[in-house]
């Protein structure tokens, strides 16, 4: 009798058990050797369940963004005001070392999109885009139906979401700190957006 291989499975074992090679190596550095190497298989076998290494790395990033996107939903439910979601949904990324070891890797992901026209990298990053402003948008709107902010807020989540990708950047080219720039951002945001108490 044979043995039937559920695929997609298999494809995200091979690709889950490559998670740490991907931070150790970088996107870059990494080959199909390695992959095949750390899931057990031959490269022959690597081929039957990706067209090729970036097709590996997606399947990776996939199951980052996943994990982020997990602990994110976490922090909607925190009992915590508003103005502390907002910093807890950008400060995530810097939290831990491997939060940081993600980061990195999503730098280099990242310079790998901007320099390629590959519309697999587009859509992709159109895709993660989306779910972080859903997320984004469900912490606005509870705070509005908290009272705690204006109901102009939900017009600026799509900027929040390109200084998150810009504080990405800009945490590792200019050297700033990731903490400070989020708690002075905030404070100037809220400055706006809050609604405060008559006295």
């Known amino acids: ?5 559920d695929k997609e ?3 995200r074992d091979i690709a889950c058990s490559c998670k740490e090679i991907l931070l150790e190596y970088g996107i870059k550095n990494l080959t199909i050797a390695h992959i095949a190497k750390t899931a ?8 039957e369940y990706f067209e090729n290494k970036e097709d590996i790395v997606f399947e990776i ?3 980052f963004i996943a994990e982020h996107e997990k602990a994110l939903h976490k922090i909607i439910n925190l009992d915590i005001s508003t103005k502390d979601k907002f910093f807890h949904f950008f400060y995530l990324l810097y939290e831990d070392e491997n939060s ?3 980061l990195t890797t999503y730098r280099e992901f990242l310079a790998i999109s901007m320099t390629s026209d590959t519309e697999e990298m587009i859509d992709f990053n159109t895709v993660c885009r989306e779910k972080f402003t859903s997320i984004l948008h469900q912490i606005v709107q509870e705070g509005i139906d908290k009272n705690e902010i204006r109901e102009e807020a939900k017009g600026l989540v799509s900027a929040l979401i390109t200084f ?3 504080l990405v950047v800009e945490t590792h080219t200019v050297s700033l700190d990731a903490k400070n720039e989020i708690r002075h951002f905030l404070d100037a945001l809220f400055n706006l957006i809050e609604i405060k108490e008559k006295k």
Do not use: D, F, N
């Open 40 to 47: 057990g298989v031959g490269k022959g076998t690597i081929y």
């Open 100 to 102: 940081h070891k993600q």
């Open 9 to 11: 499975k298999k494809r």
């Open 1 to 5: 009798m044979a043995i039937v291989v």
């Open 61 to 63: 990033i996939t199951s």
């Open 164 to 166: 998150e990708v810009g």
